[in-house]
């Protein structure tokens, strides 16, 4: 009846997971009582979990990633602690099989769950704005991949409650994912958690292509786009090209692990080095993935602080296209040691070193921003000039790693954990503590306190440091990346710095929820009241914070490559604004339940799957099927915002700008 | 969609010609397409991954019987000519 699933799949026996099992589950109980004493769940309900809002959906995605990171974090500084204690006689407080599914979830919810979600979060929220448009291309579409990612994430956590994660590494590598050695649910739901978000993100992807090729404001070239829409139109590209094939490789290790097929198996003419090539021919764009958007990230905040044009906007673009086609070509260079041949290696480690050149591009192109302009250190200048000099040592690492020789000797050691930490944390995450700084008053009509904001950077910064750089020199001493167990008590201060590093990084995530907490409080005297808190230069400053449901009340018509900057000089420099356009009513999607309804069968049919209760799994793919086949049937599709409405609110907005001009006017 | 719709804005109908190398969002015949083919792009992908796999591992039978042995070509091609030929006659119908 219920296939594997008994009662002995709850931990009872294993304190940590069981005791925070309950404190989830008391958190999230105490917020549902908390959201229906506020009589806040038809709100939340019409303006959030069944919104087609672009913008909505963007804000969903990130609170999901920071609610995420929390747990990441928590399993990075399990790990951190356990190699600070388990030195020499001591085997800490984890034992091997619970410390091996810890490395494994912390890679995989980070990677998936973390950096994913707040970097599709962004190009939600920001790209149909510095467009000029009223939504994506799908927006239905667009909720239902948010709601397949959160699903996706949901089964990964109830991992923690029921049964195990899985111990390989957040890669699965095989054989050691396959039945043979890892019996038991802990792959399989990290095989089903990621084939379920998966789907969700190649939705993203052809959203996001679509929207950006096809639906532009008037006048708004590809070369007139900013920045942040060419970096994340080669991300949505590469997803388009790479996760497809993760989908297979998945696909296929499930076929082994439920079919008894014999892809990657050590017997039956298995062959396991034909997934390392697949795995990695998505993994190595999925850094590019990651990082392009936050490049993107950057380039606006070095613009719109330094108060001057991006330095170099073509050689931008041609830099991030250049990156987008060579991070297809170097996916070997993650199994160096694999015994491809010297030649192989040598023309994977050539390519591998030549992305430096373009990505050396782009960092002179922001020093250039920034020179001779006139900088406002506000937080995300802080995170702009920390990236640049983390980033750099990372990339760095990076061209050492690509020369074979040195890979041969630093391989899985914790010099590769130091590099891509560098590089992930130094460049990503970051770009999204920067951004999240600069678009929350876009999002919600009030600031981030800056003195918070820069403790939180500094938190990163300094915390960063300390828990990673110790890592260079014990990798090239001989410490292999995962271990439970530390061998080498001389290795203890170095072990002991790096856990001083990572609660230090823990202080400044608590610093971020205290900074959120206290802008609330605070908002009255925080207020974005022009929606251009910046002095912004892209189209997004361009209309109130938070916006209207349609963004603009008329689409911009675009001249020259900084949109908005170019409008808002003419209009300080004539004392006015443009003549009021002729407003007419607007169409727009109607929200629909159909994302979380179609994720709740997902979950439910991922689960059975995971725990072979194949009734379910088919009861829940019947109801997927069928909520899809009600929608494609629906007769209702947009709704019409009267032309009063439109109106109202444009002349408002319009007289806030007017105030605002005068004074700017009276000032220069 | 209506009429007064397709003048206003996103997806519903071109805007003027601004003469700025754009003409503002495309139509929804374009762009549902334009999602949908984007989407088969990404089906290719996947099945690229799947010959992949297939070119690595055709022979890889443990010492069983390779495809080739299974099916012979000759058996192969009985079996074709008369698909062909019934679907080339279905065409001319």
């Known amino acids: 009846m219920f296939g594997r699933l008994t009662l002995a799949a709850i931990p009872f026996d294993q304190p940590i997971p069981l005791i925070t099992s309950l404190v989830v589950a008391l958190a999230l109980g105490g917020v549902a009582i908390w959201i229906t004493r506020m009589k806040a769940w038809p709100y939340l309900w019409n303006e959030y979990i069944t919104s087609t809002d672009h913008k909505k959906i963007g804000i969903m995605y990130i609170v999901l990633a920071l609610v995420m990171l929390v747990r990441g974090f928590a399993d990075g500084i399990m790990m951190r602690a356990q190699q600070a204690i388990a030195i020499g006689p001591s085997q800490g407080y984890l034992t091997p099989e619970h410390y091996n599914q810890i490395f494994t979830a912390h890679g995989t919810i980070m990677i998936f769950f973390v950096?994913?979600?707040?970097?599709?979060?962004?190009?939600?929220?920001?790209?149909?704005?510095?467009?000029?448009?009223?939504d994506v291309a799908f927006p239905t579409m667009n909720n239902v991949s948010f709601w397949l990612s959160a699903s996706g994430a949901l089964l990964v956590n109830l991992s923690l409650f029921l049964g195990e994660f899985a111990r390989t590494g957040w890669l699965a590598f095989p054989p050691l994912s396959e039945t043979q050695f890892s019996p038991g649910v802990g792959v399989d739901y990290y095989l089903v958690a990621l084939?379920?978000?998966?789907?969700?993100?190649?939705?993203?992807?052809?959203?996001?292509?679509?929207?950006?090729?096809?639906?532009?404001?008037?006048?708004?070239?590809?070369?007139?786009?900013?920045?942040?829409?060419?970096t994340a139109l080669a991300s949505n590209l590469l997803i388009l090209a790479a996760f497809p094939v993760l989908t297979v490789v998945l696909a296929e290790l499930m076929l082994d692990r439920y079919l008894g097929f014999h892809f990657f198996t050590n017997d039956g003419g298995g062959n396991s080095m034909l997934y390392m090539n697949l795995i990695w021919v998505w993994g190595h764009p999925e850094v590019y993935i990651l990082v392009l958007p936050a490049f993107g990230i950057y380039s606006e905040i070095a613009a719109t602080f330094s108060g001057k044009p991006l330095f170099g906007y073509r050689s931008m673009v041609f830099a991030t296209l250049t990156i987008c086609i060579i991070s297809f070509m170097v996916w070997l260079h993650h199994f160096f040691t694999m015994g491809a041949g010297g030649d192989i290696n040598a023309v994977f480690g050539i390519a591998s070193m030549v992305i430096g050149v373009p990505t050396g591009v782009k960092i002179y192109n922001w020093l250039f921003t920034m020179y001779g302009g006139r900088v406002r250190f506000n937080v995300p200048v802080y995170y702009l000039i920390g990236f640049m000099l983390t980033f750099v040592v990372g990339g760095l690492t990076g061209v050492l790693l690509a020369i074979p020789p040195v890979d041969f000797v630093v391989h899985n050691s914790l010099f590769l954990v130091a590099h891509f930490h560098q590089v992930i944390i130094g460049g990503v995450v970051f770009a999204l503590m920067a951004g999240y700084t600069y678009w929350f008053p876009k999002a919600f009509g009030f600031t981030l306190d800056e003195r918070l904001g820069k403790a939180v950077f500094w938190c990163w910064f300094i915390g960063f440091h300390l828990a990673f750089m110790p890592s260079y020199l014990l990798g090239f001493w001989g410490a292999t990346r995962r271990m439970q167990h530390i061998p080498d008590p001389s290795w203890a201060p170095f072990l002991a710095v790096e856990?001083?590093?990572?609660?230090?990084?823990?202080?400044?995530?608590?610093?971020?929820?205290?900074?959120?907490?206290?802008?609330?409080?605070t908002r009255d005297q925080r207020r974005d009241v022009t929606g251009d808190p910046w002095d912004g230069r892209t189209l997004e400053w361009l209309t109130l914070s938070p916006p209207p449901h349609y963004n603009f009340a008329v689409l911009p018509d675009v001249h020259g490559e900084e949109a908005y900057w170019t409008r808002k000089q003419t209009a300080i420099k004539m004392d006015q604004l443009i003549a009021e356009p002729d407003y007419k009513p607007i169409e727009m999607p109607i929200n629909t339940p159909t994302g979380v309804i179609v994720a709740f069968f997902a979950s439910v049919c991922g689960f059975a799957i995971i725990w072979y209760i194949w009734w379910l799994a088919i009861l829940g793919l019947i109801g997927a099927f069928a909520i899809f086949v009600w929608y494609a049937w629906r007769d209702e599709h947009e709704h019409i915002i009267p032309v009063d409405e439109v109106r109202a609110n444009a002349r408002e907005r319009r007289r806030i700008r007017m105030e605002h001009l005068h004074e700017l006017s009276q000032s220069t | 969609m209506t009429t007064e719709a397709a003048t206003i804005g996103l997806t519903h109908g071109r805007s003027e010609d601004t003469g700025l190398g754009h003409r503002g969002p495309e139509s929804k015949s374009i762009v549902v397409p334009y999602g949908f083919w984007l989407f088969v792009l990404s089906d290719m992908v996947l099945f690229s991954a799947l010959f992949a796999s297939y070119g690595t591992l055709v022979n890889a039978t443990d010492g069983g019987p390779t495809t080739h042995q299974l099916f012979p070509a000759t058996w192969l091609r009985s079996r074709r000519s008369p698909c062909c030929c019934r679907a080339s006659s279905a065409a001319w119908r």
């Open chain 1, 115 to 134: 950096a994913m979600p707040f970097v599709i979060g962004f190009m939600n929220f920001v790209v149909p704005l510095q467009l000029g448009v009223r």
């Open chain 1, 195 to 230: 084939q379920v978000s998966g789907v969700g993100t190649v939705l993203t992807a052809v959203n996001f292509v679509t929207t950006i090729l096809k639906i532009r404001a008037p006048g708004m070239s590809y070369l007139r786009m900013p920045i942040f829409c060419w």
């Open chain 1, 499 to 521: 856990f001083v590093g990572a609660a230090i990084i823990g202080l400044g995530i608590v610093l971020t929820v205290v900074q959120l907490l206290y802008s609330i409080k």
